[in-house]
């Protein structure tokens, strides 16, 4: 499976889970904007995901 060139994906704060859904790779990793700690992926964001 081919990825396309941008990929939404959901980031979280690890200190206050904080979570918001960027682009990568056209975003780059945000701080948190409640305590300033760097964030992390989550999750991928693919469609068809099934649950």
């Known amino acids: 499976?081919?990825?396309?060139?941008?990929?939404?994906?959901?980031?979280?704060?690890?200190?206050?889970?904080?979570?918001?859904?960027?682009?990568?790779?056209?975003?780059?990793m945000p701080r948190c904007p409640e305590c300033g700690t760097e964030m992390f992926i989550k999750e991928l964001l693919d469609e068809g995901k099934s649950t």
Not at 12 to 26: A, G, V
């Open 1 to 28: 499976m081919q990825r396309d060139k941008t990929e939404p994906v959901q980031v979280e704060c690890p200190r206050c889970r904080h979570t918001e859904i960027i682009y990568i790779p056209i975003e780059t």
